[in-house]
């Protein structure tokens, strides 16, 4: 094999191992902000701690006692990251949350939110909004 031959299948090699440690680095943070949304409103208080960086525990408690015996569902949800710094992503939501209250009901614009994620633990987690 001639040098160049080498030198280029070494090349595609390295983007190959470089895309795959990408998508290993923890998922997403737009799938973990779904999914901490999901488990949020279901009452799943487990999957919603662990998707939540050490600073965000115990809103993630908070948040998901405030959806105890309200039937609660995302409708037209969709999630993107944003922007990352660092260890930090943005998450932007589209859709909302719909909450009944017995007769009131209430939606939750998340386009009006920045969900704010930190890789933690070896994956993104919810941090945070702004």
């Known amino acids: 094999m001639s040098a160049l031959r080498i ?11 470089l895309l ?3 998508q290993a ?28 960086c050490a600073a965000w525990e115990a809103q993630a408690r908070l948040e998901a ?3 105890e ?3 609660a569902h995302l409708e037209d949800v969709s999630c993107s990251g944003a922007g990352a ?6 998450v932007s939501c589209s859709g909302k949350i719909v909450a009944n209250y017995g007769e009131e009901v ?11 994620t930190a890789f933690e633990d070896g994956q993104w987690k919810m941090c945070g909004y702004q």
Do not use: H, P
């Open 7 to 17: 030198a280029m299948k070494g090349l595609v090699l390295g983007v190959f191992v």
């Open 20 to 22: 795959a440690a990408c």
């Open 25 to 52: 680095r923890g998922g997403n943070a737009a799938d973990s902000i779904s999914g901490y949304l999901e488990a949020t409103l279901v009452g799943d208080l487990e999957t919603a701690v662990s998707l939540s």
């Open 65 to 67: 006692d405030s959806f």
């Open 69 to 71: 015996g309200v039937t």
């Open 85 to 90: 710094e660092g260890d930090r992503q943005e």
């Open 106 to 116: 209430l939606e939750i614009d998340l386009s009006k939110r920045t969900f704010v």
